[in-house]
């Protein structure tokens, strides 16, 4: 545009026929009439519109894929811990707690007999 300008045409020049007005006046020229109702529609012999048969698709079965140990599912509610090492508080080993620890039974003994001489008071 700014070209055109400067050489002082119309941009009018430079646009096709067919987008002008008499290519619109001599496509829209006929006139169509509008019927009053639909009885005035032609008659077919077969009204009904006949759909295609219905073929049920064959699909491939969809699987999960194997997800790489640092990817979060899809129905993740936490987010995992990365770099987090569990430490017992029983034993102070690394690895696991106090819940599975193999210790835990024999310091449970020990607390019991304990309780046991002190009259069960806590």
Sequence with gaps: ??????????????????YKRPAYDSAYAKYICPMSSS????????NLI????????????????IKEPDELSKNATKL????????CSICGVEGH?????SQRGANDDEA?????????QR
């Design 112 to 120: 019991s007999s304990s309780n046991a001489t002190r009259g069960g």
């Design 1 to 18: 545009m700014a070209a055109i300008a400067k050489m002082d045409s119309s941009a009018y020049d430079y646009i096709h026929s067919c």
């Design 50 to 65: 006949k759909l295609p048969p219905c073929k049920k698709r064959t699909r491939k079965s969809k699987t999960n894929r």
């Design 80 to 87: 995992p811990r990365y770099d987090h090492v569990i430490h």
């Design 39 to 46: 009885e005035l529609w032609p008659k077919i012999a077969d």
């Design 97 to 101: 707690k106090q819940r599975s620890c």
